[in-house]
């Protein structure tokens, strides 16, 4: 039995089940179920929420989860061989866990779920930061998640939070806090994983705000921060000449100045620009 719940540690469950990690599958998993709980709790409240689990694998978080009371855990799993030791965790918690197996880049999970929603997920890399971006940008704002919590190596937690002045700013952290608050909430150093990865990782927490901190149209939005992080070295005059005529005058009217870079602009004077480009 383990320290959080009726089951067994997860090493055994791994044995059991011949889950030996797959690097095509990005898989590295979390076996300490005290710090899989401890990243549940960084998810918020989540006794009045479903939660929606990408990747669980053998389930270490998805048991976090459920131990620190979540209403009900959809968890979508790509690997088949996962699924047997993910329905002994729904006997286990009649009623409060549902297992989907499918690949989350193609499965729209939302019909099995009632808000509010928060997510949680240790994911590969690269589903995450795609996964991340997409949760980014739905069709209308608020989104269907409150909140988000999700594993990135530290790097990529690092340019989520990232503020001007820095190399980390782009893109994703002007994506990030246009319509959401965003925080590392914890740090995890390769030995938390079996089999441990090159690198540190991180928790981020993300809080979806009710409407965008300012307003902007997201698509324009979009397109002034790609053309300026494109070409990150130029000064804004060069990287956005293609985005609208006049463009120094617009820069000027959005305060900033023409000679700037992108990574020296706050979101706020962003949003300002798109808002000056979409009335061209
Ligand atoms: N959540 C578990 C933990 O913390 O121990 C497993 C984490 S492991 C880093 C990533 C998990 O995501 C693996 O179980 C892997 O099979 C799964 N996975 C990878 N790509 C996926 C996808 N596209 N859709 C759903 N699950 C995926």
Redesign the pocket.
């Known amino acids: 039995m383990s320290t959080i719940d009726n089951l067994p540690p997860l090493r055994e469950v791994i044995a059991s089940h011949q889950l030996s990690a797959r690097k095509s599958?990005?898989?590295?998993?979390?076996l300490d179920l005290n710090l899989?709980a401890k990243i549940a709790r960084q998810a918020g409240d989540l006794a009045e929420c479903d939660v929606l689990e990408?990747?669980?694998?053998?389930g270490?978080?998805t048991r976090g989860l459920l131990s620190e009371g979540a209403r009900k855990v959809v968890a979508?799993?790509?690997?088949t061989r996962?699924i047997a030791a993910l329905n002994d965790i729904s006997a286990a918690y009649p009623g409060r866990l549902e297992v989907i197996n499918g690949?989350?880049?193609e499965i729209d999970p939302l019909t099995h779920l009632t808000p509010p929603i928060r997510v949680a997920a240790?994911?590969?890399y690269n589903?995450g930061t795609e996964l991340l971006v997409r949760w980014l940008t739905p069709p209308q704002w608020p989104p269907f998640w409150q909140s988000l919590t999700l594993m990135f190596q530290r790097e990529v937690a690092e340019r989520i939070v990232a503020q001007p002045g820095g190399k980390a700013y782009g893109r994703l952290a002007i994506l990030a806090q246009w319509r959401a608050d965003a925080r590392i909430a914890m740090s995890l150093p390769p030995g938390a994983f079996t089999p441990p990865p090159k690198v540190s990782s991180a928790v981020v927490h993300l809080t979806a705000l009710p409407q965008p901190r300012y307003p902007a149209d997201p698509a324009t939005l979009s397109r002034v921060v790609a053309a300026a992080f494109n070409q990150r070295r130029k000064m804004l005059r060069a990287s956005l000449k293609g985005v609208a005529p006049d463009i120094e005058d617009r820069l000027i009217t959005a305060g900033i100045k023409p000679t700037e870079r992108a990574e020296q602009v706050p979101l706020e004077a962003f949003c300002a620009l798109a808002r000056e480009v979409k009335r061209s």
């Not at 599958?25 to 979390?30: E, I, M, T």
């Not at 979508?76 to 690997?79: A, C, P, Y």
Request: glycine share 16%; aromatic share 4%; with cysteine.
């Open positions: 599958l990005g898989q590295n998993f979390l899989t990408i990747g669980p694998g053998p270490g978080l979508v799993e790509k690997d996962c690949d989350a880049l240790n994911l590969p589903v």
